[in-house]
């Protein structure tokens, strides 16, 4: 029943920007915290940013921090990831996850995910 559905992914180059959706549905939105993670090809899922329920605090990897900004809207039950400054090592398949609690950075403290978006930074 519950849905987190990514999209805005795509094939850029670097320097460029990409802003992804995630749009939730069977869930109540605002009593989760939202997460962003990201996968690279041979790599582990990393965290890259989380959003608290009201959308006042942040957290952010440090790989990422000064160029995404990690946003939501609750009466859209949407959490947005903007990306700015994208690098090759960027390129990764993105995914939207939701927590109970405050989540955190370990894939382990979210209770759903959606199937991903993909983003390709090109040199």
């Known amino acids: 029943q519950v849905q987190l559905v990514e999209s805005g992914g795509g094939l850029v180059q670097a320097g460029d920007s990409l802003r992804l959706s995630c749009a939730a549905s069977?869930?109540?939105?605002?009593?989760?915290?939202m997460g962003w993670f990201r996968q690279a090809p041979g790599k582990e899922r990393e965290f890259v940013a989380v959003?608290?329920?009201?959308?006042?605090?942040?957290r952010y990897a440090d790989s990422v921090k000064g160029r995404f900004t990690i946003s939501r809207d609750n009466a859209k039950n949407t959490v947005y990831l903007q990306m700015n400054g994208l690098k090759p090592e960027d390129t990764a398949v993105y995914s939207c996850?939701?927590?109970?609690?405050?989540?955190?950075?370990?894939?382990?403290?979210?209770?759903?995910w959606g199937q991903g978006t993909r983003v390709t930074v090109s040199s």
């Open positions: 996850a939701a927590s109970t609690n405050w989540g955190g950075v370990g894939p382990a403290g979210y209770d759903y």
């Open positions: 069977g869930l109540t939105f605002s009593s989760y915290a």
């Open positions: 959003i608290r329920r009201s959308g006042g605090s942040t």
